[in-house]
């Protein structure tokens, strides 16, 4: 049962800069706060440059952040690390390649998936864990539990991606960050992707975050959607207010909202 009253994330006026100290200083973040309720399903849209996977990095501890907090299930994980964050937040990203070992099998990926966090070392796959892992896998509908023996680099980039996002879930964070997971597929495997997602984020009762440039699928699969630019975020609309939006009102809104004309911004029109 999900507690939509408590607060699974939060950022308190968070920074991220490239170049600290430099000349060539780029603040990319600029005094971020955000939160989000624990279940939510948030789409996070913006141009090119705007700090969208910026901010998923600065959640994760990919990127360190020059000033703010960053709360993750009550506490404050700013000054943790990228692996040890990584007990409680689990990603997809674009490239179907960066989320698995391609060299080990699709039984072995899903096996360090399922045993990331575990206070102690499991030498051996047990009998009850394969038979979890094997039905799982079965669920994808990609026919991979007749070819768990293979290794990973052998798989299509759809069944790739399929599997990234099966590993993410399985490993039973609280908190799921999507960037662009489904862009480098063909349509039809990138709605077998998306399926996936609202299931596994249900099932697992996930609080995610989708970065994309797909604003049709902003607004029909997040419910809570969030516009940035120039490492700010300008709009923040979830409820009636996001129910009310179409594809053309939404860009209307945001030219609006960044206080210039929409011209050339090919990048939200996918």
């Known amino acids: 049962m999900i507690d939509h009253g408590k607060v699974e994330i939060k950022l308190e006026k968070v920074e991220v800069a490239f170049g600290r100290g430099t000349v060539d200083e780029h603040l990319v973040l600029r005094g971020i706060d955000l939160e989000v309720k624990k279940g939510q399903r948030i789409s996070v849209i913006g141009s090119n440059g705007a700090g969208k996977t910026t901010l998923l990095n600065a959640i994760a501890g990919t990127v360190p952040i020059c000033a703010g907090k960053i709360f993750i299930g009550g506490v404050d994980r700013a000054a943790e690390r990228e692996w040890m964050r990584a007990r409680y937040v689990g990603r997809v990203r674009q490239d179907p390649l960066a989320g698995t070992a391609g060299g080990m099998s699709v039984l072995d990926n899903l096996a360090l998936a399922a045993r990331k966090g575990a206070r102690r070392f499991v030498p051996s796959m047990t009998p009850k864990l394969r038979r979890e892992l094997v039905a799982r896998v079965a669920e994808l509908g990609m026919g991979l539990e007749n070819r768990l023996k293979e290794n990973v680099n052998r798989l299509s980039g759809g069944q790739r ?85 179409d594809v053309g009102k939404l860009v209307a809104l945001f030219g609006a909202a960044r206080g210039a004309a929409f011209v050339q911004d090919d990048a939200l029109l996918r």
Do not use: C, W
Not at 213 to 236: N, P, Q, S, T
């Open 161 to 245: 991606q399929a599997l990234t996002l099966l590993m993410a879930a399985i490993s039973k964070p609280s908190v799921l960050l999507l960037d662009e997971h489904i862009a480098a597929l063909d349509p039809r495997n990138a709605d077998i992707v998306s399926a996936l997602t609202k299931r596994f984020v249900s099932e697992y009762d996930l609080t995610s975050i989708t970065v994309t440039h797909d604003m049709k699928r902003a607004l029909d699969e997040g419910d809570r959607l969030v516009m940035m630019h120039e490492g700010r975020i300008i709009v923040d609309l979830e409820g009636a207010q996001k129910a009310d939006l």
